[in-house]
C-alpha cells in the first residue's frame, strides 16, 4: 500500500498513567537528593585512597632484599619488560673482536671481569643469556656492540689511536648503525674516561644509548659524554666476594664496635678534596682513619684487609677523584657504613626509584674540615642504623647477577633502557617512500645498503 493510505496511518497509544500526587513529588526530591549525597560521599571516599587503589599497582613491582619493595613507574617505563636486545657477535663484524681481545687475540674476559671494571664483561655476558635477546635484527629495540676496551687498553692490547680508528671501521659496517644514527646501539664504557676512550666519540656516538658510572669529566675534559637525557648511569662493579648473599668475604660490624667515626681509604691523587681529607685524618686521628694504600709491594692492602678498614667506622667518605664517581660509594653499602658524597658533579644511577637522602649524604666538597667530622658526629646511632637498613634493602640494585632476580644491576638497566625504546627510527641520512620502503640519500634500498658505509 501507498503511504498516506488511512491503512498507513500512524496508531494511537493509550498509557493509562496514575495521577501525580503530591507524595510523589515528595519522594522524586528526596531521591534526588539522596542520590547526590551518595555520589558526593563515594567521590570523597575514593578521593582519599592511594591511586594504587583505583588503578591497580603504578609500575613494576621489585622486591628488596630483607623485606620492603619497590616499585618501577608505569609511566615511561610500561607494566612490564618487553624491549629486545641484538647483540653482535665478535665475528660478525671486521674489528669487534680486537675491541674485546687486543690486536694480538690474547686478552681473555676473564681478565676483564675483574675490578672495577668488569662492567663492560658482565653485562655483554647477561646479555647473550637474557630472555630479552633476539636474533632478528628487524626487530630489535636496541643493538648491543660488545666492547671491553677500557681493559684492554690498560693490558696493553690497544693504544689510544687504534681503539679510535677500530670504533669508526666497525661503525661503518653496521647497516642498522646508519639507518639510526646510532639511537638504538648500546655502548659500556666502565670507568671515570667514560666514553673518552674513544676519541671521536662527539663525532658518532652522540645519538647513542651509553652505559657507564661517570656522570661527568670536567677536570680534564671540556665537556661531559654523559648525556642525561639519552645516556644510563649503571652502578660500579662490586667485587664479588662481598656481594654474594650469606657468604660475603667480610661480615659487617655493629656499631658499637667501630673503631673510627669515619674512614677514607684512597690514594690522594693530587685531588684537592682527598688532600684535605689525609690532612684532616692527621688531624683527629681517633675519629677519621685514612691509611696510605699500597697497591704493590709487601705492604699492598689485600681485597679482605680492605673491607675490613672499609667496615671499621660509621661513615664511608666518599671524594672526587680523577672523575666525579666512586667505586668506594658502592662498596661501603656491603659492610653497612654509611657513604658519604663528597663529589658535587656526581650522577647516580636508578634516581626514578631510589630516594639516596635515605640511605645516603652527600656533602659540600669546598666544606672539607673539621665541620664535617662535627656533623657527623652529632648523627644519633639510631639515626644511622635506619639509614644502614634502607642501604640493606636496595643496595640488590648494585649486583650484577641473573636478571631473573627482579632486583639486581641488571634488571634495573634493562628498565631504564625500555624507558628510551622508540618505535621509528630516523637520522639525517635517512629517507623514506610512500611504499614504506627506507632508502639513502642515492634512493638505494636499505636492504641493499653495503659496508662500509659512510658516517657522519
Same mark, same amino acid.
Given at each position: 500500500m501507498e503511504m498516506g493510505s488511512p491503512k498507513n496511518k500512524p496508531r494511537t497509544m493509550l498509557h493509562h498513567q496514575a495521577?501525580?500526587?503530591?507524595?510523589?513529588?515528595?519522594?522524586?526530591?528526596?531521591?534526588?537528593?539522596?542520590t547526590y549525597f551518595l555520589t558526593r560521599l563515594l567521590d570523597g571516599f575514593l578521593a582519599s585512597c592511594p591511586i594504587a587503589?583505583?588503578?591497580?599497582?603504578?609500575?613494576?613491582?621489585?622486591?628488596?632484599?630483607?623485606?620492603?619493595?619497590?616499585?618501577?613507574?608505569?609511566?615511561?617505563?610500561?607494566?612490564?619488560?618487553?624491549?629486545?636486545?641484538?647483540?653482535?657477535?665478535?665475528?660478525?663484524?671486521?674489528?669487534?673482536?680486537?675491541?674485546?681481545?687486543?690486536?694480538?687475540?690474547?686478552?681473555?674476559?676473564?681478565?676483564?671481569?675483574?675490578?672495577?671494571?668488569?662492567?663492560?664483561?658482565?653485562?655483554?655476558?647477561?646479555?647473550?643469556?637474557?630472555? #630479552?635477546?633476539?636474533?632478528?635484527?628487524?626487530?630489535?629495540?636496541?643493538?648491543?656492540?660488545?666492547?671491553?676496551?677500557?681493559?684492554?687498553?690498560?693490558?696493553?692490547?690497544? *693504544?689510544?689511536?687504534?681503539?679510535?680508528?677500530?670504533?669508526?671501521?666497525?661503525?661503518?659496517?653496521?647497516?642498522?648503525?646508519?639507518?639510526?644514527?646510532?639511537?638504538?646501539?648500546?655502548?659500556?664504557?666502565?670507568?671515570?674516561?667514560? $666514553?673518552?676512550?674513544?676519541?671521536?666519540?662527539?663525532?658518532?656516538?652522540?645519538?647513542?644509548?651509553?652505559?657507564?658510572?661517570?656522570?661527568?669529566?670536567?677536570?680534564?675534559?671540556?665537556?661531559?659524554?654523559?648525556?642525561?637525557?639519552?645516556?644510563?648511569?649503571?652502578?660500579? *662493579?662490586?667485587?664479588?666476594?662481598?656481594?654474594?648473599?650469606?657468604?660475603?668475604?667480610?661480615?659487617?660490624?655493629?656499631?658499637?664496635?667501630?673503631?673510627?667515626?669515619?674512614?677514607?681509604?684512597?690514594?690522594?691523587? *693530587?685531588?684537592?678534596?682527598?688532600?684535605?681529607?689525609?690532612?684532616?685524618?692527621?688531624?683527629?686521628?681517633?675519629?677519621?682513619?685514612?691509611?696510605?694504600?699500597? #697497591?704493590?709491594?709487601?705492604?699492598?692492602?689485600?681485597?679482605?684487609?680492605?673491607?675490613?678498614?672499609?667496615?671499621?667506622?660509621?661513615?664511608?667518605? $666518599?671524594?672526587?677523584?680523577?672523575?666525579?664517581?666512586?667505586?668506594?660509594?658502592? =662498596?661501603? #653499602?656491603?659492610?653497612?657504613?654509611?657513604?658519604?658524597?663528597?663529589?658535587?658533579?656526581?650522577?647516580?644511577?636508578?634516581?626514578?626509584?631510589?630516594?639516596?637522602?635515605?640511605?645516603?649524604?652527600?656533602?659540600?666538597?669546598?666544606?672539607?674540615?673539621?665541620?664535617?667530622?662535627?656533623?657527623?658526629?652529632?648523627?644519633?646511632?639510631?639515626?644511622? =642504623?635506619?639509614?644502614?637498613?634502607?642501604?640493606?634493602?636496595?643496595?640488590?640494585?648494585?649486583?650484577?647477577?641473573?636478571?631473573?632476580?627482579?632486583?639486581? $644491576?641488571?634488571?634495573?638497566?634493562?628498565? =631504564?633502557?625500555?624507558?628510551?625504546?622508540?618505535?621509528?627510527?630516523?637520522?639525517?641520512?635517512? #629517507?623514506?617512500?610512500?611504499?614504506?620502503?627506507?632508502?639513502?640519500? *642515492?634512493?638505494?634500498?636499505?636492504?641493499?645498503?653495503?659496508?662500509?658505509?659512510?658516517?657522519?
Amino acid at each position: 500500500m501507498e503511504m498516506g493510505s488511512p491503512k498507513n496511518k500512524p496508531r494511537t497509544m493509550l498509557h493509562h498513567q496514575a495521577p501525580c500526587t503530591r507524595a510523589h513529588q515528595v519522594g522524586a526530591l528526596l531521591l534526588v537528593a539522596g542520590t547526590y549525597f551518595l555520589t558526593r560521599l563515594l567521590d570523597g571516599f575514593l578521593a582519599s585512597c592511594p591511586i594504587a587503589d583505583q588503578t591497580g599497582p603504578p609500575g613494576h613491582l621489585v622486591r628488596l632484599t630483607d623485606g620492603g619493595s619497590l616499585f618501577w613507574p608505569s609511566s615511561g617505563y610500561g607494566a612490564q619488560l618487553s624491549l629486545k636486545v641484538y647483540v653482535y657477535e665478535e665475528d660478525e663484524i671486521d674489528g669487534l673482536r680486537e675491541l674485546m681481545r687486543g690486536r694480538e687475540g690474547k686478552i681473555t674476559a676473564d681478565a676483564c671481569v675483574k675490578g672495577q671494571w668488569g662492567t663492560q664483561v658482565k653485562i655483554h655476558r647477561m646479555l647473550l643469556k637474557s630472555r #630479552f635477546r633476539t636474533w632478528r635484527k628487524e626487530e630489535a629495540d636496541f643493538f648491543f656492540v660488545p666492547s671491553y676496551v677500557k681493559c684492554v687498553r690498560m693490558m696493553g692490547g690497544l *693504544n689510544d689511536k687504534e681503539i679510535n680508528q677500530t670504533y669508526v671501521k666497525i661503525l661503518s659496517q653496521m647497516p642498522y648503525f646508519r639507518l639510526s644514527g646510532g639511537r638504538n646501539h648500546i655502548f659500556v664504557f666502565p670507568s671515570g674516561a667514560g $666514553a673518552h676512550l674513544f676519541r671521536s666519540w662527539a663525532t658518532y656516538l652522540n645519538r647513542s644509548v651509553i652505559l657507564t658510572p661517570e656522570g661527568d669529566r670536567t677536570d680534564k675534559r671540556d665537556a661531559s659524554a654523559f648525556n642525561t637525557w639519552k645516556d644510563i648511569i649503571i652502578p660500579g *662493579n662490586v667485587d664479588d666476594a662481598m656481594t654474594r648473599d650469606g657468604f660475603s668475604l667480610v661480615q659487617p660490624l655493629p656499631l658499637s664496635k667501630r673503631r673510627y667515626l669515619a674512614n677514607f681509604l684512597g690514594r690522594a691523587q *693530587n685531588k684537592v678534596g682527598r688532600l684535605h681529607l689525609i690532612e684532616l685524618a692527621k688531624q683527629f686521628p681517633d675519629k677519621l682513619e685514612s691509611p696510605e694504600l699500597k #697497591f704493590s709491594g709487601p705492604e699492598k692492602l689485600g681485597k679482605k684487609e680492605y673491607f675490613e678498614h672499609l667496615r671499621n667506622a660509621k661513615f664511608c667518605l $666518599a671524594p672526587r677523584g680523577e672523575s666525579s664517581w666512586t667505586l668506594r660509594f658502592y =662498596e661501603s #653499602f656491603f659492610v653497612e657504613c654509611v657513604p658519604v658524597l663528597l663529589s658535587d658533579q656526581v650522577e647516580l644511577p636508578f634516581q626514578n626509584v631510589i630516594d639516596y637522602k635515605q640511605v645516603s649524604i652527600k656533602w659540600p666538597s669546598t666544606r672539607i674540615g673539621p665541620e664535617l667530622l662535627g656533623y657527623l658526629e652529632s648523627i644519633p646511632d639510631d639515626v644511622i =642504623e635506619r639509614m644502614i637498613d634502607h642501604g640493606r634493602r636496595i643496595r640488590c640494585l648494585w649486583v650484577y647477577t641473573s636478571e631473573s632476580r627482579s632486583c639486581s $644491576a641488571m634488571s634495573g638497566i634493562l628498565w =631504564e633502557l625500555q624507558r628510551k625504546t622508540r618505535y621509528f627510527h630516523q637520522s639525517t641520512e635517512t #629517507f623514506w617512500l610512500h611504499n614504506g620502503s627506507v632508502v639513502n640519500r *642515492n634512493l638505494v634500498e636499505f636492504s641493499q645498503w653495503t659496508p662500509p658505509m659512510p658516517l657522519p
